[in-house]
C-alpha cells in the first residue's frame, strides 16, 4: 500500500493566479479513517489557500499530538511544518512567529491538546494575539486512545461505550472571547461552505484567529446520545451568518436581498462581508457574541459562523514594536549594538 497520491493530473486542470494547481497544494494520502471530519477540514485548507493563491513556500503549519495534529501531514505539502509535543504546539508557534514574521503561520490541534494538557499554552497564545490561524478540529473524545470524552464533551453527552459525561464541556469560542481573541468562529466540518470563507478570512486577520471546527470521529463518538456526532450537528447547527471574503481590489457587488449585509475591511483593504441572520448578533460587540454563545448553549444549539471579529487587531509584533526586518534574517551585527551603546544602556539605569 502506498501513501504518496498519483502524479498524474488533467493537463488543463484549473490554476489560480500564481499557476499552481490544487494539487500543488495537496499532501500525502491520510491514514485516518474513512469518513472523519478531520479529512474534510485538510481539504477545506487546501482549496482555501488554492483560491487565496497563496505561496505554499509562505506557509508554516504547526501541530501538537492527537489525530489532529496528524493532518500538516495530508495538506500543503510543499509548506513548512512543525509536529510537536502535545499540548505544545503554541510555544512553537511563538518562537517561530517571533523569528520570521514574513511567514504565515497555521496551527492545528484538538480538542484534547488545546482544552486539556494544552490549555495553558492557549491561554497565552491568545493573551500574546500570536499572528496565527489557530484550527481546533473538535471531536469530543481522544479518538487515539479509544475515545475517552475530552474536555469539550457536553455534560449528558454519551460516548460510544454507553458512559453519559458528568461534567460541563469547556466552550472554547466562549473562552477564546473571554482571553481576548480578536477573531473567533465555529463551522462544521461537513459545511465547506461555511468553512472555506471562514478559512479565508482567518488568514487575513492580523492576529490570533480561532476557529473552532466540530468534526465528529466516525469510530468514537458517532453514536446516537453523542453531541459531536455528525447527526447531533447537522440537527442543531444555528448560523450567525452567511461569511464570503472579498479580495483586495476585486468589485464589491452585494446582493440586499434576504438580510442585511455588512461589509467589514481587513488591514489590507479586503472586506468580510456578513449577511446576517442570527437575531440580535453584532460580530463586532463581545457582549453580544458572549450572550448569543450562552443563548445557544441553552437552546441546546450550536452557533456557527463568524462570532467575534475586532477590526481593529494588533498582532504580537505590533505590541512590542519589533524590527520590519524579520530575526532570523539579521546577523551578529545587527543583533548586537557594540561596547559603546551597551554602556549607555547601563549607564541609563544608575
Known amino acids: 500500500m502506498t501513501y504518496a497520491r498519483p502524479s498524474f493530473r488533467h493537463p488543463q486542470i484549473a490554476r489560480n493566479d500564481i499557476g499552481f494547481s490544487k494539487k500543488d497544494y495537496e499532501g500525502a494520502l491520510s491514514t485516518l479513517c474513512a469518513g472523519c471530519g478531520h479529512d474534510s477540514i485538510s481539504a477545506a485548507i487546501v482549496q482555501a489557500c488554492f483560491e487565496m493563491s497563496i505561496q505554499p513556500h509562505r506557509l508554516a503549519k504547526l501541530s501538537g499530538i492527537g489525530c489532529s495534529s496528524k493532518?500538516?501531514?495530508?495538506?500543503l505539502g510543499n509548506s513548512h511544518g512543525f509536529n510537536s509535543v502535545h499540548g505544545r504546539m503554541p510555544s512553537v508557534a511563538t518562537g517561530a512567529i517571533l523569528a520570521n514574521k514574513d511567514l504565515i503561520y497555521l496551527g492545528v490541534s484538538g480538542d484534547g491538546d488545546t482544552a486539556s494538557i494544552g490549555m495553558g499554552q492557549f491561554?497565552?497564545?491568545i493573551r500574546r494575539n500570536l499572528n496565527m490561524v489557530y484550527i481546533v478540529m473538535n471531536n469530543g473524545c481522544y479518538g487515539l486512545t479509544k475515545g475517552q470524552d475530552s474536555a469539550t464533551a457536553d455534560e449528558g453527552?454519551?460516548?460510544?461505550?454507553?458512559?453519559?459525561?458528568?461534567?460541563q464541556g469547556i466552550d472554547l469560542c466562549g473562552?477564546?472571547?473571554?482571553?481576548?481573541?480578536?477573531?473567533?468562529?465555529?463551522?462544521f466540518s461537513g459545511d465547506k461552505t461555511q468553512l472555506i470563507p471562514l478559512i479565508k478570512a482567518a488568514l487575513k486577520h492580523p492576529g490570533f484567529a480561532l476557529i473552532d471546527v466540530i468534526s465528529p470521529c466516525v469510530t468514537f463518538n458517532n453514536n446516537a446520545g453523542s453531541t459531536k456526532s455528525y447527526d447531533y450537528t447537522r440537527e442543531h447547527m444555528e448560523a450567525t451568518a452567511a461569511v464570503d471574503l472579498v479580495p483586495m481590489k476585486s468589485e464589491i457587488t452585494i446582493?440586499?436581498?434576504?438580510g442585511t449585509v455588512e461589509l467589514i475591511k481587513?488591514?489590507?483593504?479586503?472586506h468580510i462581508a456578513l449577511n446576517k441572520l442570527h437575531r440580535d448578533w453584532d460580530p463586532m460587540d463581545k457582549i453580544s457574541a458572549l450572550r448569543n454563545l450562552h443563548e445557544a448553549r441553552l437552546r441546546d444549539e450550536i452557533l456557527t459562523g463568524l462570532i467575534y471579529l475586532d477590526p481593529n487587531s494588533r498582532d504580537l509584533h505590533a505590541i512590542l514594536n519589533t524590527s520590519d526586518r524579520p530575526l532570523n534574517q539579521m546577523a551578529e551585527n545587527d543583533l548586537c549594538p557594540g561596547t559603546e551603546a551597551l554602556e549607555k544602556i547601563n549607564q541609563s539605569y544608575r
Do not use: C, W
Open 157 to 167: 453527552s454519551v460516548n460510544k461505550s454507553g458512559a453519559e459525561n458528568p461534567f
Open 255 to 258: 446582493d440586499q436581498a434576504g
Open 71 to 75: 493532518t500538516p501531514t495530508y495538506f
Open 266 to 270: 481587513l488591514h489590507d483593504e479586503s
Open 123 to 125: 491561554v497565552h497564545a
Open 175 to 187: 473562552l477564546g472571547i473571554e482571553l481576548g481573541a480578536q477573531f473567533v468562529a465555529r463551522s
